[in-house]
C-alpha cells in the first residue's frame, strides 16, 4: 500500500485509465518477492509442503486484512443478504488463487524444471500479478458485476489452478525417457 501511495497517486480524472492502472497492479510483483523469500528462506523442511503452508497462510492473512470486519459484522445481522455469501466464495476462490501462486513460486525456483515448462510458468506468475488489473478491465469493459464477476474470478482461477498443476506434473517425466 505505501509503494502504491507514493509511487502512483490518485488521479483527479474519474474513469479507468489503462495505463496507469496496469502500472498500479505490476506492484502486486511485491506479494511475488515476498512469497520466494517465504518460501525459500523462512520456511523449513520439505519444498513440496513449505508451499503449501505458505499458500495457505497467505491466503489466511489475506482473508483476515480484506474481509473479516465486514464479514463479521455485517454477517450477525439479522437480515439475510446474497453479498456474504458471494464475500465467502470469494475467500475460497482467493484460496485456491493464493496457492497455485505459491506453487507457481516454487516450480520457477526448481532446477530440474524444463525450459518450455519454465516459460508457461513465467507467464502464468505474470497472470497472477495482473489479476486484479484483467479484473478490473472485466468489470469496466465488459461490465462484469456480482455473480458474473464472481464466475469470472472462479473461472480464472481454475485455469490458473489447472495449469499448475500441468506445470506441477511435468516436473519428474524428462527422467523417464532416459531411464530405459
Known sequence: MLVLATF?????????DLIPELMKASADIFDVMGLHAVIVYVMAGKSEIRFLAVGLGW????????????????????????????MALNSNIDLIFYIAMAALVWLF???????????????????????????????????????????????????????????????????MQYRS
Open 8 to 16: 502512483f497517486p490518485a488521479s483527479d480524472a474519474n474513469g479507468f
Open 109 to 175: 525456483t526448481r532446477n530440474d524444471l524444463r525450459s518450455g515448462m519454465r516459460r508457461i510458468v513465467a507467464l502464468l506468475i505474470a497472470l497472477c500479478v495482473f489479476r486484479e488489473f484483467i479484473e478490473q478491465v472485466g468489470v469496466v469493459y465488459l461490465d462484469l458485476r456480482s455473480w458474473t464477476l464472481l464466475g469470472a474470478k472462479a473461472a480464472f482461477n481454475t485455469g490458473l489452478a489447472i495449469g499448475t498443476l500441468v506445470t506441477y506434473s511435468s516436473l519428474g517425466t524428462h527422467f
Open 59 to 86: 491466503a489466511f492473512a489475506h482473508s483476515v486484512a480484506s474481509r473479516l470486519v465486514g464479514f463479521w459484522v455485517g454477517a450477525r445481522a439479522m437480515a439475510f443478504h446474497w453479498k456474504y455469501i458471494q
